[in-house]
Every structure is written in C-alpha cells, then in structure tokens.
C-alpha cells in the first residue's frame, strides 16, 4: 500500500499569513508515462462533505482561489495558502489515487491564531 | 450541473442491515467510477473501494470484503452501498464520490449519510 503521511497535524496561523502543509508518500506517486504525479488535496468543513481543491499535485481545481496552491513531485508535497481567510479554517486531507488502495492522509486540522 | 444526491440518515440495530442510495440529479452518473468513503465521527477519511460504472466491477479495500457490496441501478443514474451485519464500529457518515476517467481524483461528493448503529 502506498500510504501518505501528513505534518503537521495540526496549525493555526494569523489572518493574512501563509499556511504549509505537507504530505510525503511511502512510495513515488509519479506515473512516468504522463509525467503526472496522481495526488490530490482536499478540503473538508464541519458537517460538509470534502472539496476537491487540488489534483495531479499542482492544478487547482475549477473556481477554487488561487491563494491555494500545490507543490511537489515523486514523494514529497505541499499545500499552500497565501494570506489565509476566516473561511479557510477546515481540515485538509491530500491523498494519492496512483494505486489502490486509494488511502488519504490523516487530515491537518487548520486554525486561525 | 450534475450533482450526487445521498439518502436520509439511518438508524439500525446491531445484526441489522442498511442500504445507502447515491443518485445523480438529472442525469446519469457522469463520472468513470463512484467511489465509496467512510468517516467515522471525529475521524479522517477511510476509502472504502469502487465500482467502475462502464464495467460495473466493484473493488473493495481491505477491511472491507464480505460485508460491503457497491452496486448500480441499470440506467447508471443511481449507485447503491449495502452493508449488512452491522456492528457499532460501522457507525459513520458515508459518501459518494464520482471520479472521472484520467485520473483527476474525486471531483464529485455526495453530501454524506450517517449510520448510527445502536441496540
């Protein structure tokens, strides 16, 4: 299994601030022939289901805001948020659909200080 | 736009079974796969398998053979879950969520169903 590890498990940064978050899989998600590596990013609220914000690594996803970016290629990623909102208080989960099974990391909980 | 609709909240007696609808409003399931989701309360996200929706094979992670069976309705408008012998620790909310063909994760997520399991 390809397992994703995300750090840290929780942060809390000040409006306005920028916001990293990192997820590093046990094996390399970059599927050579396409030159794609099969990891997204997710963004969960309380009581709704998750968004989809980030696929492929780094393309955002239709009408998400572009203070969201993604990072990263083989087995090290990132998610980042530029001058961090009210709104963006969440949970965010990457995951990687490269090979079943199809695990998600577990979760970094996002706070404002 | 289409958009994946759960049914209702379920509660079910331990031993119980329980069936989770999953319908595309207005359409039909536009999407390669529905995949299935657990989220047990104040966890993460478990993926629990697929259904290809051309093929109609299912495919279930690990922990979750025996008991879990994905489905389709015949006009692919409608995916169902069913798990049957319900125990406490299948108390979770459940989505749905279509994935399109090329691999641009899941784009698509039903609302979610609670099942509580409680004698």
């Known amino acids: 299994d390809i397992v994703v590890t995300q750090s840290p498990d929780s942060l809390a940064v000040s409006l306005g601030e920028r916001a990293t978050i990192n997820c590093k899989s046990s094996q390399s998600v970059l599927y050579n022939s396409n030159n794609k590596n099969y990891l997204a990013w997710y963004q969960q609220k309380p009581g709704q289901p998750p968004k989809l914000l980030i696929y492929w690594a780094s393309i955002r996803e239709s009408g998400v805001p572009d203070r969201f970016s993604g990072s990263g290629s083989g087995t090290n990623f990132s998610l980042t948020i530029t001058s961090l909102q009210a709104e963006d208080v969440a949970v965010y989960y990457c995951?990687?659909?490269?090979?079943?099974?199809?695990?998600f990391g577990q979760g970094t909980r996002l706070e404002i200080k | 736009q289409v958009q994946l609709v759960q049914s209702g909240s379920e509660l079910k007696k331990p031993g119980a079974s329980v069936t989770v609808s999953c319908k595309a409003s207005?359409?039909?399931?536009?999407?390669?796969?529905v995949n299935w989701v657990r989220q047990a309360p104040g966890q993460g996200l478990e993926w629990m398998g697929w259904?290809?929706?051309?093929?109609?094979?299912?495919s279930y992670a690990q922990g979750f053979k025996g008991r879990f069976v994905f489905s389709l309705d015949s006009s692919v408008t409608t995916a169902y879950l069913q798990i049957s012998s319900l125990k406490s620790d299948d108390t979770a909310v459940y989505y749905c969520?279509?994935?399109?063909?090329?691999?641009?994760?899941?784009?698509?997520w039903g609302q979610g169903t609670m099942v509580t399991v409680s004698s």
């Open positions: 969520a279509g994935q399109p063909r090329g691999g641009v994760a899941f784009d698509l």
């Open positions: 207005g359409s039909t399931i536009t999407r390669h796969a």
């Open positions: 995951q990687q659909y490269y090979d079943s099974p199809l695990l």
């Open positions: 259904m290809n929706t051309d093929t109609r094979k299912p």
